[in-house]
């Protein structure tokens, strides 16, 4: 059950990484990245950010290379919410494939 805080601060926090990932995104044509769920521990310690990418075959390899460069984004983040947040939490992102899933629900059901 996430707080009032909890789910306010995940909200804006959603917003931030779509803005970054956007910029980023803009220099590599034919890539969506689309941050779908933020969730924050209840610490507001660590936070879990599901990614959905598009194309998904090349899913894998943008989610080790933000990974790899998370300690830029959690900068990044860091600089745009200074002033909401005391400390700047840690960042997991992961692959939310829930769109492939309904896709080969809908395959299963064709046949």
């Not at 805080?5 to 995104?25: G, N, P």
Request: a neutral charge; hydrophobic letters at 35%.
């Amino acid at each position: 059950m996430e707080t009032t805080r909890q789910s306010k601060i995940a909200r804006l926090i959603q917003k931030e990484l779509s803005d970054i990932f956007q910029r980023q995104t803009q220099h590599t044509h034919g890539v969506l990245v689309t941050v779908s769920t933020v969730r924050i521990s209840p610490d507001l310690s660590i936070v879990r950010a599901y990614l959905s990418i598009f194309p998904s075959d090349k899913g894998e390899e943008i989610i080790k290379n933000i990974n790899d460069n998370q300690k830029s984004i959690r900068y990044e983040i860091g600089q745009r919410m200074r002033h909401q947040l005391r400390i700047i939490p840690e960042f997991k992102f992961f692959i939310d494939d829930s769109l492939d899933y309904i896709d080969r629900i809908d395959e299963l059901l064709k046949q």
